[in-house]
């Protein structure tokens, strides 16, 4: 096989001499992408299309050109074919029938008609070699029936940033086979009590749990983190001054500062959709309201008035809305409104109470997610459609699952639930499969899904 991989590293020097010549190239943190194939119209995917079928994804193991490469290779493959099985896009062919379409394979040209026996529509194919301590991978994507190829790419960065690169690959493949905007280079926060000390600190993670580590130290109550539009501050509530206060940190600046504090406590912040604007619940008035600032703080306008406990705002994608918990009717209820305060209306009726909504960000999907108590039973999860009316139940009885966050594609959520023993961090996706725990150490609650890079209004 020596000789095909040597004729295949030849050919890629050839096609990424040529690519150089007329393709793209872009640098992003730390990272050098080269086009080595100009996007297709996309009319090829049009021809995959089946009703009820879903588009069929091969992704052999990447292969590994030089013997420094091996280990980056291998998390590239495990971590690109994580990613695809998550977005749950695609009906992955499973690895053991590659055998047959590659046997016959030249690594310069996939033989499509193999590919296509075993049932494959696209073909992805890679390669990954270190070359003076960088770490290169070329992707190629094929449209089977079609028999071209319709993308390919050549990512440089550090020799140790494997998994950050199979990340944007697995990004790329979405965006290039199906239009389709990843949330694999996306970040969860969180807040955690594994250091004991009666403390909670504020978290980030991955998207797929990898990667964890504290933002705040201070030995004190910090909560409910949420991202800001651009991904590069977090809002959360401390109580390390005594009273719940909300503060912001620069993750990238190494700062912070704080919005709210001294009048009341202040609990659950929500960015508006534009990052200039925070909603937030206060007690400054005397009782539980909500209330919006500007995202310094400034400007403060109170939008509830009601004896009762009004709490947990959320944002519609569109900034003109905001849902809430309120009481005001005997039970906590979901309930939204106006900027302004006003065209109140009850969202949910169903369930003895609800709690934390979360509007979906999608521009498909006109929903909100949040936790609902049944009858007597422990909280679950429940969605409310607003085209149908109607409310889908994707947690069933297995411990209390609260706090559910969309993610920015609106695909997938994230919530906490006990089924495990202890209040852990799982996603899953808007239908309620693909279950995956992300924490296990220590109560880990209030999770926040951080924004796509450059998708920020």
Not at 127 to 133: I, L, M, P, S, T
Not at 321 to 334: K, N, V
Request: glycine share 8%; proline share 5%; net charge negative.
């Amino acid at each position: 096989m020596k000789h095909l991989f040597k004729a295949f590293t030849i050919v890629s020097a050839i096609a990424f001499a040529a690519a150089y010549l007329s393709g793209s190239v872009h640098s992003s943190a730390g990272f050098q992408e080269q086009t080595l194939a100009q996007p297709s119209s996309g009319d090829w995917f049009l021809n995959l299309e089946r009703p009820g079928r879903s588009v069929a994804m091969a992704i052999p193991d990447f292969e590994i050109l030089t013997s420094d490469a091996t280990e980056p290779g291998k998390t590239i493959t495990e971590v690109v074919w994580n990613d695809m099985d998550f977005a749950s896009v695609y009906r992955l062919v499973p690895k053991r029938n590659y055998s047959i379409a590659q046997a016959s394979s030249d690594p310069r040209k996939p033989d499509f008609y193999q590919w296509e026996s075993i049932g494959a529509d696209i073909l992805v194919r890679g390669v990954v070699e270190a070359r003076e301590g960088r770490l290169i991978s070329e992707v190629r994507i094929y449209a089977i029936l079609a028999q071209e190829m319709v993308f390919g790419k050549r990512y440089e960065g550090p020799l140790t940033a494997s998994r950050r690169m199979a990340h944007r690959i697995a990004d790329d493949i979405l965006l290039q086979a199906g239009n389709y905007r990843g949330i694999n280079q996306t970040k969860l926060a969180f807040a955690s009590d594994r250091r004991g000390e009666n403390s909670k600190e504020i978290y980030i993670m991955d998207y797929d749990g990898f990667g964890q580590k504290p933002i705040t130290a201070n030995r004190s109550l910090n909560l409910t983190p949420t991202w800001s539009p651009d991904g590069q501050a977090l809002a959360y509530i401390s109580y390390r001054t005594g009273t719940p206060s909300l503060f912001r940190a620069f993750l990238y600046e190494g700062r912070g500062d704080t919005i709210a504090t001294g009048e009341g406590m202040t609990f659950s912040p929500a960015w508006s959709p534009d990052g200039k604007q925070i909603a937030f619940t206060s007690t400054r008035d005397g009782n539980s309201e909500i209330y919006i600032a500007n995202a310094d703080g400034g400007n403060v306008r109170r939008l509830t008035h009601h004896p009762q406990i009004d709490t947990s705002p959320c944002w519609s994608p569109t900034g003109t809305e905001i849902a809430f918990t309120s009481d005001r009717t005997g039970a906590p209820q979901i309930y939204a409104m106006d900027t302004e305060g006003l065209n109140l209306r009850r969202i949910s009726y169903q369930g003895s109470y609800n709690d934390g909504p979360s509007w979906s960000p999608s521009r498909e999907y006109s929903e909100i997610a949040f936790a609902s108590r049944i009858e007597r039973g422990p909280f679950d999860i429940v969605v409310y459609d607003f085209q149908t009316n109607q409310i889908r139940q994707l947690t069933t009885g297995r411990g209390s699952n609260e706090s559910p966050e969309w993610s920015p594609n609106g695909l997938h959520l994230v919530f906490t639930t006990t089924r495990t023993g202890s209040s852990q961090v799982f996603t899953m996706n808007r239908d309620g499969s693909n279950l995956r725990q992300l924490t296990r150490d220590g109560n880990n609650t209030t999770p926040n899904w951080g924004p796509i890079a450059g998708q920020d209004s």
